[in-house]
């Protein structure tokens, strides 16, 4: 009887996150489809999940400019790479200084953590900061430093790293190791599941971001992917405007729709292939701080 149970429980799951997956795959395929259909066919038969009528026209116009493309990507790429790491080091050291009880000091700085979520500078004062002070503006810098550190995250790790058992600290100690070398061979391969979960939130933001380009960036050779299909668009449709208000007949030569869904294929494209490689630590690091949370 509990064997027909489980069955029949498996049975319903398997049925349920089927149904769930295919809820979650076809908004990804109606917008690759679409990338792929005539501008006109859109228009006049709306968004379709098999294309009616191919067209490229699309992607000939994304890829027009080949070299600002590829520069938009090794951008992109670098900045991920880069504030991911260096937002996970930042993240852990400090979550591990928190986590540590005879660290005198760990209420006090925790509440100024929690107190900078509640109440900010402002928009003026941090761009002054940045600007006038940090001198970042037309730099990599001011796309890395801003979504370096997170309280959010902070909190999880630290929640993640409290559950790593003390003795194994304490025995550390006995053995004469510091706090540096058990924090980096004893505490950081124990948090792989929330270093894998922070590493994926980390990499996504920076790899959407935008905002920080259009408040920093000026050099065209330092956009980043997503504020350059922006732009793109944004000149397409000031174009497109200008032509309407100069009384010009605007003909589909700009497939606005089918352009737009393929900038979210080019844009969410590669980021899609960091999740299988996460994906075993993902669910277990969420799990596990939220609960510690």
């Not at 550390?172 to 004893?186: C, N, S, T, V």
């Not at 979960?197 to 920076?206: Q, R």
Request: proline content about 4%; overall charge positive.
């Amino acid at each position: 009887m509990k064997q027909l149970d489980r069955k029949i429980f498996s049975g319903i799951g398997y049925v349920s996150l089927i149904f769930l997956a295919i809820l979650c795959i076809f908004p990804f395929i109606l917008v690759v489809s679409s990338s792929l259909t005539e501008e006109t066919k859109i228009l006049t038969d709306g968004y379709q999940f098999i294309p009616t009528a191919f067209s490229t026209e699309a992607y000939s116009i994304l890829f027009k400019y080949p070299d600002q493309m590829i520069q938009a990507y090794m951008v992109t790429i670098g900045v991920t790479i880069m504030g991911t790491v260096l937002g996970l080091f930042l993240t852990s050291m400090t979550a591990y200084a928190l986590s540590r009880k005879d660290f005198k000091w760990r209420n006090k700085f925790s509440f100024f953590f929690f107190f900078t979520t509640l109440f900010n500078g402002g928009l003026v004062p941090w761009y002054l900061l940045m600007v006038n002070y940090l001198h970042i503006k037309d730099t990599l810098m001011a796309l890395v430093i801003p979504m370096m550190l997170n309280v959010f995250y902070i909190i999880v790790m630290k929640s993640f790293m409290g559950s790593i058992p003390e003795a194994i600290v304490e025995s550390a100690k006995i053995d004469g190791a510091g706090d540096f070398k058990i924090y980096a061979r004893l505490i950081l391969p124990l948090s792989k599941p929330a270093l894998a979960t922070i590493g994926l939130f980390l990499a996504l933001a920076y790899w959407n971001d935008w905002y920080n380009a259009l408040l920093f960036i000026s050099d065209e050779k330092l956009m980043p992917l997503q504020y350059y299909l922006y732009k793109m668009l944004g000149n397409m449709d000031g174009m497109r405007k200008a032509m309407m208000g100069a009384g010009a007949v605007v003909t589909t030569s700009i497939p606005s729709e089918s352009l737009k869904m393929a900038m979210t294929v080019v844009a969410t494209g590669p980021i899609l292939l960091a999740y299988p490689f996460v994906q075993r630590y993902f669910v277990q690091g969420l799990t596990i701080g939220a609960v510690k949370g």
